[in-house]
T-cell receptor, first 115, second 117 residues
Framework: NAGVMQNPRHLVRRRGQEARLRCSPM?????VYWYRQLPEEGLKFMVY????????ESGMPKERFSAEFPKEGPSILRIQQVVRGDSAAYFC?????????????FGPGTRLTVT | AQTVTQSQPEMSVQEAETVTLSCTYD???????LFWYKQPPSRQMILVIR??????QNATENRFSVNFQKAAKSFSLKISDSQLGDAAMYFC??????????????FGKGTKLSVIP
């Protein structure tokens, strides 16, 4: 059973460009979480999605950031008009259910560098 | 809002010795989950151990064990017989048990563990 897949692993964007980060959850998992890790910091929750629904986006910046998890295909985290402060590692995690003792399985992360 | 505090930015331990990493948290909930995650230089987040707050017994996983003090809101990780491969960042995390919400993980800032040969 393949783990959580994220691509690309590294992404370099110039200021003002768009960044698209992809996450394919583990097989059978329909719950996806996105987290951001700034340098020397712990992971911070951004958004929680189920298939075709955003359940909780309380950790998402109000502007430039959006996320989706379509019926078919990976979950996408999109950052428009990137700025240097967006440079971070972005992690995706998936679980079969959100509640209970279910573990969130993490992908390897995408490191975004904004130049 | 829940908060997780790791007061030791860095720790070191001699190979084969025992080390304890500290974590405290703040919550008004009575039921919740606590986790320790390991992040090696590869940056992959790896679950080390999990504790359900309603269980009084401390969780153990081979060389890893926790000291869960619910009243004190303390959740420390003990690593016995430390190995070179244990060198990593360790993150303590909290997750709600039930109710409304997304069951997001709330992480501490981490403790960087070095293992000295």
């Amino acid at each position: 059973n393949a783990g959580v897949m994220q691509n690309p692993r590294h992404l370099v964007r110039r200021r003002g460009q768009e960044a698209r980060l992809r996450c394919s959850p583990m097989k059978g998992h329909s719950h996806v979480y996105w987290y951001r890790q700034l340098p020397e910091e712990g992971l911070k929750f951004m958004v929680y999605l189920q298939k075709e629904n955003i359940i909780d986006e309380s950790g998402m910046p109000k502007e430039r950031f959006s996320a989706e998890f379509p019926k078919e295909g990976p979950s996408i985290l999109r950052i428009q008009q990137v700025v240097r402060g967006d440079s971070a590692a972005y992690f995706c995690a998936s679980s079969p259910r959100p509640q209970g003792a279910y573990e969130q399985y993490f992908g390897p992360g995408t490191r975004l560098t904004v130049t | 809002a829940q908060t997780v505090t790791q007061s030791q930015p860095e720790m070191s331990v001699q190979e084969a010795e025992t080390v304890t990493l500290s974590c405290t948290y703040d919550t008004s909930e009575s039921d919740y989950y606590l986790f320790w995650y390991k992040q090696p230089p590869s940056r992959q987040m790896i679950l080390v151990i999990r504790q359900e707050a309603y269980k009084q017994q401390n969780a153990t996983e081979n060389r890893f064990s926790v000291n869960f003090q619910k009243a004190a809101k303390s959740f420390s990780l003990k690593i016995s017989d430390s190995q070179l491969g244990d060198a990593a960042m360790y993150f303590c995390a909290y997750r709600a048990y039930s109710g409304a919400g997304s069951y997001q993980l709330t992480f501490g800032k981490g403790t960087k563990l070095s293992v000295i040969p």
